[in-house]
């Protein structure tokens, strides 16, 4: 009688006679038979103390690299929207800022305390200004601002899309709310320059923003917003109101404003001449002028050098933990099923 | 057809005594009186045209079992998908994209719904489909039907209509439900095989009615005219009421003249019908309940989970309303914000605001809820199925069939399963008897052993190796004691039905025997006691056997092996051709037939009584050996205690025994007894049958005894062994059979699902208690027999000691009814095997809810007849046998296999793999949906919770469709823990699945911390990196765009990661897919960036431009995917160190090589992973070592 001969699922033969089959057919045969040669990687103590112990070892480096990165940056930072508010406005913020006749300039010493080295970036910084709102972010038509007038589907600018009839080129809430303080800066007497230009990204320039396409019926409603626009420039030079309608993502952003393309001296003292044009007290929003520098890293931020350092420490704490665990409680590799639970049981022989 | 006129010559019906005599006519000839609503049928018979318009018209033959056809499809296929809560919000959150609600474009929702609800109707209809083809199959079946002018001619089944007269010929089915009209057989008899319907293999014997008898050729249905009112198409298929008009008479019709549809024409050359219900009224098609839609356990759950997340995307999305509200409420107002046109945001009516946000935000959060998982699933099941057809193992090379999974969404379910209720017939065995052993005149002949004790006594000597090597001291003792190894030489031109192998009885040994009368009584009553019919085999010139059932058939081979050839039967004669060692040239002996006492079930046993040539007349009998030892004369039980000794160990190995006995008659005595005989059986009392049986009982007393036969039921191929691992796996297993007790019971030891030394609870009720006691008499009785019962086993002290559960079906009617069925199932609980015998399909089917609701467990149930259809549809999984002719089976249940040994591969390699690939990947799709979509939420408090998101569309619509799916669908359909040689070798392994260690609330709710953390994490870092300074050496700041993309590759790391550590199976599609799921992404935001910026918006060359010159974007991808993984690194590496799950241990064991350089701990650990059991042969084993012990602890006792 054939028990075992015919059996496939045999009880007791480990090798099965698997058929003799060469190149593809015998792909094709271990992939239905599920079969592959595969890797089976196995959480062995080794294996496991030594990668937590490997990433220790390249995050903490990492991680002080970074910091030093970090720290190597100097950047000064200054609020100046309370400031740069005449006394007799102190507490009516709003009607300053409203009042179109009184004069908006305001001056601002800024120490510098490091040497930092050329080129120095100018951002002006704002605060509670949700740049990312929904609302906000859909008010634009990015096919206006490459085509022009021509394009006329600017439903999303509602309700700066149209005005008297016409449209307005940019439309949108976007660029309606351009920032439009200025500034400028002289260390003692000598004026700095600064660039203005190659601000934004290049290939917004080049292709998001319109050669052709000149700002038209901007600003013009009774409700004006933030900053006008050269009429005689186009998009695409527009530098600003490219950086602007780059949204941000967070309520709190920095923007490019320039560069300063001359090092800057230990207790040197910067002037700063800005206008104060734009409008964040009416909703408690803050603006900043930040001058700073950078490294391959950006500008200053230490969390990501911080951050290393703890994820590395704390894979070696783990490495030391799993290592102490083992040599106090080794778990014997051969061991016994528990027959009613299925489970295994430390202490097996 | 030769043949077919010899035997046409012979009255059957006077073959028999009980069975199909005709009662005398004048006694019922009423016609049934009926009328009114259930009995409106009406046929015209071999006018069909009368049935082609209302009111006769009746439905068709064409059946059809799919579930949509051409204009159906599209509504209800839909209509099932959206049935899907997921998918309905997902509808709706689509619809609701095209306002400005939405805080997505309306193509990022309705894209991926469209793609996710077509690839899953397209599955749909691939399967309806396939269904169809089979319907179709079935409906092309040809057939002869009368066409006028008697002429038949071959239409397919489909175009058979009520009315028609069909001509079925030997061993086809029946198209529909007929009324038989006349056969081959002059007396209007035919034999049918309702195998189909009912399980049962004998066969049955119908007849006509005596007045449609000269309807006996083709010619003659010329100008036939009758009709017939009957009963409505019911499902019932033992009851028939109807009545028969023809040539202005009135006849009733009864269950005898019924054939059924699906039942098989057997020993009949052919039959005439006509057709009475057809298609879908047909009795079997009626007892079709409608295939259920099943779904699986883990399906359910998820159903759960995603109510889960339901809840929990609506309070996050109330929380952003609210938030939404306060803010917008609390803030002195935005300058350049203005309410918008359709003042969905105003910021003066912050409420009416909040509540417009809540639906966007609703809709914001939809990626909380992953819209591919199913359609993921879906596609890996499909995939997994694929492998379950491909599966070389599962391959039946006899009959070409491959393993089949009919409906793929149940795959997983095969890894859970508790409870296996299997058929028996066709399922267990092939329904093929073997002539193995026999006992005559207490000697034992026959040296070959059953595979039973085969399979035992492998497992015993590879226990004892085992044994042995650890230095146990009784291991040599007990070897000893150890069957013999299967013998040499064993399948030379092997004889269907005759395993016999013994040289005393071969070639005419037996004469030489010391007991030789006795053999040649053995073997005449092996020969004569019968009432098959010889028929010639055209091809070969020898003879073959056509009997009632495969034992009698095994006789008369076994008979003619021993040169005791039966070769001829007329009305009053059997011929024997006998081969006496004497003379070389076979004598044909005649012997006269006076009587038969066929078998019935009630009295176990069949006589014939005969003269042989020298007028000498003798009573042979064979029967059960309880019934034939009772009947013993004194004179006759010389061999009583050596055969009974025989007989206990033939059943303990798993054969089917009868007894065979004897008796000498006088003459006198005899015809003094055949007069009564004859009186009583022309008698047209109502207890004419109870005066038959009297008188036969009468006759059957006062034997001597001869011997007895062990014959093997042949068990397909590899079902103990299979039985074993299942057992080991853990996994009850239920037979319930149609067939007799004792069968059932015998078939119980050969599977090892009984064994000697279990303690067996029958629990039955007999005839007459039926009869005189009234219901609750008779409930009460199995209530008390079952406590008794449950009783017996709670007060059992024996750790060791099993009990074996069976019941018959008249009894399990009472045990399943509402008030006994919960005791019922607690005692079967506590049962190693249950066996329920004699049970209707219906009952299997009621037994198998009752498992299924009443234990709350997975059940399976296998079986390969249309009569386990009910028993298949209601379970949690149906498998078919396939391969055997009936394909009803097949048709309703959810895999099909060849053999019931691939069971055992099925659940234990297929459905581990399946259950625990499955497990994994719904956890890991909640868990990187969560990780995404709380991102979103999040992202949301930092802009005045406005609902913006912080992605690109895009980003968002491949992350669940494109950049994500693959390496999941690849751990779906590819994941092993171990190997399938590893699991079959651990079969306790196999436990994992049905305690849902995989899939419990613990480990889900584990992902879904583990998916919040890495939210946190994503976002958190990602957002102090990219704050507000510069994030690159010339001095840009970060937008919304870098900060979403660099957040969003962040994601896309994490959660690749994540599944690259999730997985323990690395081919090289794995690593591959997981690779191409990254560069996909980039190679999309590169291919994205080129586009025109009118359509790439922010992300226009953000990637080249911006984000890949900056290191720090680099940097924060790898802290942030190690920071995302390294608890979970951790966790899993504590729990493989400190508290293993079975496959951990198992994986280092082979990780080890231990497999290979220490074989003998490789197979104690083995042996150890193993459920504990109490059936299947090793149990078998286990028990015979702990009796060789305690009889080995007892003789050293007492020698000290």
Not at chain 1, 172 to 184: H, P
Request: net charge neutral.
């Amino acid at each position: 009688m054939e028990v075992d001969a015919g059996t496939t699922s045999a009880v007791g033969t480990d090798n099965q006679p698997t058929p003799v089959l060469r190149g593809r057919s015998k792909a094709i045969h271990q992939f239905t038979q599920q079969t592959l040669p595969a890797c089976k990687p196995v959480l062995t103590p080794a294996w496991v103390i030594g990668t937590f112990f490997l990433m220790g070892v390249l995050f903490i480096p990492v991680g002080l690299i970074s910091l030093h990165a970090s720290q190597s940056v100097n950047e000064i930072v200054d609020r100046y929207d309370v400031d740069c508010v005449p006394d007799i406005f102190k507490n009516n913020k709003m009607a300053y800022i409203k009042n179109a006749s009184v004069s908006k300039s305001c001056h601002r010493y800024l120490k510098v305390h490091k040497h930092m080295k050329a080129p120095i970036y100018i951002y002006y910084q704002l605060d509670n200004f949700y740049q990312n709102h929904r609302r906000y972010v859909k008010s634009r038509s990015d096919e206006q601002l490459l085509k022009g007038l021509g394009y006329n589907k600017t439903s999303s600018c509602e309700p700066q899309a149209f005005e008297n009839g016409l449209p307005i080129v940019p439309c949108g809430l976007v660029a309606w709310s351009l920032f439009n303080d200025t500034f400028s800066f002289s260390r003692g007497t000598k004026k700095l320059e600064i660039e203005r230009k190659n601000i934004a990204w290049k290939s917004d320039r080049e292709h998001k923003f319109g050669k052709n396409v000149y700002p038209f019926n901007f600003q013009n409603s009774s409700f004006i917003g933030g900053g006008k626009l050269d009429t005689t420039i186009p998009l695409s030079d527009q530098e600003d109101l490219i950086v602007w309608m780059r949204t941000a993502a967070f309520p709190s952003f920095r923007k490019l404003y320039g560069r300063i393309e001359e090092d800057l001296e230990e207790d040197d003292i910067i002037v700063v001449h800005l206008m104060n044009n734009y409008n964040t007290y009416s909703f408690g929003g803050t603006k900043m002028i930040v001058l700073s520098t950078s490294n391959w890293l950006g500008g200053k931020n230490s969390f990501l050098g911080v951050a290393y350092i703890f994820v590395g420490s704390s894979s070696i704490l783990i490495a030391f933990i799993f290592l102490l665990l083992h040599v106090k409680n080794p778990r014997p590799y051969v061991c016994i099923f528990l027959k009613d639970e299925g489970q295994f049981s430390n202490g097996c022989s | 057809m030769a043949h077919g006129r010899m035997r046409a010559r012979l009255k059957r019906s006077s073959l028999y005594t009980f069975g199909c005599i005709r009662p005398p006519r004048e006694s019922i000839d009423e016609p049934h009186q009926f009328q009114g609503p259930g009995f409106s049928r009406h046929v015209c018979c071999n006018e069909p045209g009368f049935h082609r318009k209302k009111p006769l018209k009746y439905s068709s033959n064409y059946i059809s079992t799919t579930k949509y056809n051409v204009i159906t499809f599209l509504p209800k296929a839909l209509f099932e998908q959206f049935r899907r809560v997921a998918n309905l919000y997902f509808l709706l959150a689509a619809a609701l994209s095209l306002t400005p609600v939405s805080p997505f474009s309306p193509y990022s929702m309705i894209a991926p719904l469209v793609f996710v609800i077509g690839l899953s109707m397209t599955k749909e209809a691939v399967e309806n489909w396939h269904r169809f083809m089979q319907d179709m199959k079935v409906n092309m079946r040809k057939v002869l039907v009368h066409t006028g002018n008697g002429v038949f001619v071959r239409k397919p089944w489909m175009k058979v209509e009520v009315g028609d007269v069909v001509k079925v010929e030997k061993d086809r089915f029946f198209p529909a439900d007929l009324l038989f009209l006349s056969s081959s057989y002059e007396d209007g008899i035919c034999y049918v095989e309702t195998m189909n319907l009912d399980g049962e293999t004998n066969l049955k014997v119908k007849r006509s009615l005596e007045v449609t008898l000269p309807l006996d050729d083709d010619s003659s249905f010329q100008d036939f005219k009758a009709t017939i009112k009957c009963e409505d198409p019911n499902p019932n298929l033992y009851t028939f009421v109807g009545n028969f008009e023809y040539d202005r008479q009135i006849y009733p019709l009864d269950t005898p003249q019924i054939l059924l549809r699906d039942s098989k024409l057997r020993n009949t050359s052919h039959v005439y019908g006509v057709v009475i219900f057809s298609g879908h009224d047909s009795k079997v098609m009626q007892n079709a309940t409608k295939s259920p839609s099943k779904r699986s356990t883990i399906e359910k759950q998820m159903d759960k989970i995603i109510y889960v997340l339901f809840t929990l995307l609506v309070l996050i999305s109330l929380i952003s309303s609210i938030g939404f509200a306060i803010k917008t409420s609390k803030q002195k107002p935005f300058w350049y914000l203005p309410r918008d046109e359709q003042r969905l945001y105003d910021p003066t009516r912050p409420f009416t605001s909040g509540w417009i946000h809540l639906i966007t935000a609703l809709i914001l959060y939809g990626y909380l809820i992953p819209i591919s998982l199913y359609v993921s699933i879906e596609l890996v099941k499909v995939l997994q199925a694929l492998f379950i057809n491909q599966d070389i193992n599962m391959y039946d090379e006899d009959t070409c069939t491959p393993a089949q999974a009919r409906t793929s969404n149940l795959n997983e379910e095969l890894g859970m399963v508790d409870t296996i209720l299997s058929d028996k017939t066709g399922t267990l065995t092939c329904n093929q008897m073997d002539f193995l052993k026999c006992s005559i005149g207490g000697t034992q002949y026959g040296i070959r052993s059953s595979e039973v004790e085969l399979a035992a006594a492998n497992q015993m000597a590879m226990d004892l190796q085992d044994l042995s090597r650890s230095g146990t001291r009784h291991g040599s003792e007990i070897e000893l004691e150890v069957l013999p190894g299967p013998t040499s030489g064993s399948s030379k031109n092997r004889i269907k039905g005759f395993s016999f192998e013994d040289i005393r009885l071969m070639n005419g040994n037996w004469y030489r025997e010391p007991n030789a009368d006795v053999v040649l009584m053995f073997l005449r009553i092996l020969a004569l006691c019968h009432t098959a019919i010889p028929e010639v085999n055209e091809l070969t010139g020898g003879l073959t056997y056509e009997a009632e059932s495969p034992d009698e058939g095994a006789f008369l081979v076994a008979a003619r092996e021993f040169g005791f050839e039966y070769c001829k039967r007329t009305q009053s004669s059997i011929f024997v051709r006998e081969k006496h060692p004497s003379s070389h040239e076979p004598i044909e002996r005649e012997f006269k037939l006076l009587n038969l006492l066929d078998f019935t079930s009630k009295r176990k046993r069949m006589s014939v009584i005969i003269q042989d040539e020298t007028g000498q007349i003798l009573l042979l009998c064979k029967g059960a050996d309880s019934i034939i030892f009772d009947r013993l004369s004194k004179t006759g039980r010389s061999f009583e205690e050596a055969t009974k000794k025989h007989l206990n160990e033939y059943a303990e190995a798993g054969l089917r025994t009868l007894a065979f006995a004897y008796k000498k008659l006088e003459p006198s005595e005899y015809y003094n007894w055949n007069d009564e005989f004859l009186k009583a059986k022309t008698s047209i009392n109502g207890d004419r049958d109870a005066m038959l049986e009297r008188l036969s009982d009468m006759m059957e007393r006062e034997l001597t005894l001869v011997g007895a036969t062990a014959v093997e039921d042949k068990l397909q191929q590899g079902v103990p062994q299979c039985i074993d691992k299942l057992a080991q796996a853990g996994l009850k297993i239920w037979v319930l059979t149609g067939d007799k007790m004792e069968t059932a019971i015998n078939i119980g030891f050969a599977c090892s699902l009984l064994r000697h030394g279990m303690k067996q609870i029958c629990i039955t009720t007999n005839g007459d208690m039926l009869t005189h006691n009234s219901n609750m008499g008779v409930k009460e009785n199995i209530l008390m027999q079952i406590t008794n019962a449950s009783q017996m086993v709670k007060l059992e002290k024996d750790p060791h000691a099993a009990f074996a559960l069976i019941i018959d079906g008249k009894t399990l009617t009472y045990a399943l009814e509402d008030d006994l069925k919960l005791q019922f199932l607690n005692l079967a609980v506590d049962c190693a095997s249950v066996i329920c015998c004699r049970v209707s399909p219906k009952q299997k089917a009621l037994v198998t809810r009752l498992v299924k609701e009443g234990t709350g467990k997975t059940t399976l149930a296998i079986g390969d007849g249309a009569n386990d259809v009910g028993m298949i549809q209601e379970a949690d999984i149906g498998v078919g046998i396939s391969g055997v002719e009936g394909m009803q089976a097949v048709m309703a249940s959810d895999f099909s296999i060849a053999q019931f040994r691939f069971l055992e591969r099925l659940l234990v390699v297929h459905g581990h793999w399946c259950y625990k690939r499955i497990a994994q990947m719904i956890c890991y799709f909640f868990y990187k949906n969560i990780a995404f979509g709380l991102t979103l939420f999040y992202f949301e408090a930092f802009t005045g919770f406005s609902g913006q998101s912080v992605y690109d569309d895009w980003y968002m619509l491949l992350f669940n469709v494109v950049l994500t799916s693959l390496p999941v669908i690849s751990l779906g359909v590819f994941e092993q823990d171990v190997s399938s040689e590893i699991c079959l070798q651990f079969p306790a392994l196999y436990q994992q699945g049905p305690r849902n260690l995989f899939f419990d609330w613990y480990r889900i709710f584990g992902w879904m911390g583990n998916g919040l953390y890495c939210s946190l994490i994503v976002f958190f870092l990602n957002i102090i990196i990219f704050y507000d300074q510069a994030f690159r050496s010339d001095g840009q700041t970060a937008d919304m765009a870098v900060v979403g993309t660099a957040m969003f590759t962040c994601v896309i790391y994490s959660v690749n990661t994540q599944i690259a550590l999730t997985m323990s199976h690395f081919t090289w599609i794995q690593h591959f897919l997981i690779i191409f799921s990254i560069i996909t992404w980039y190679i999309f935001l590169v291919l994205y960036g080129m586009l025109s910026p009118d359509l790439s918006g922010n992300v226009y060359k953000i990637f080249l431009e911006a984000l890949a010159p900056a290191p720090i974007y680099w940097l924060s991808i790898l802290l942030v995917a190690v920071a995302c993984n390294l608890p979970y690194l951790a966790h899993i590496s504590f729990q493989r160190s400190f508290n293993p799950m079975d496959h951990h241990v198992i994986q280092e064991i082979q990780y080890y090589k231990k497999d290979v350089e220490d074989r003998h701990m490789w197979r104690r650990e083995k042996s150890k992973a193993r459920q504990e059991t109490k059936i299947g042969f090793s149990a078998r084993v286990d028990a015979k070592i702990r009796h060789l012990r305690q009889k080995l602890h007892k003789k050293s006792s007492t020698a000290t």
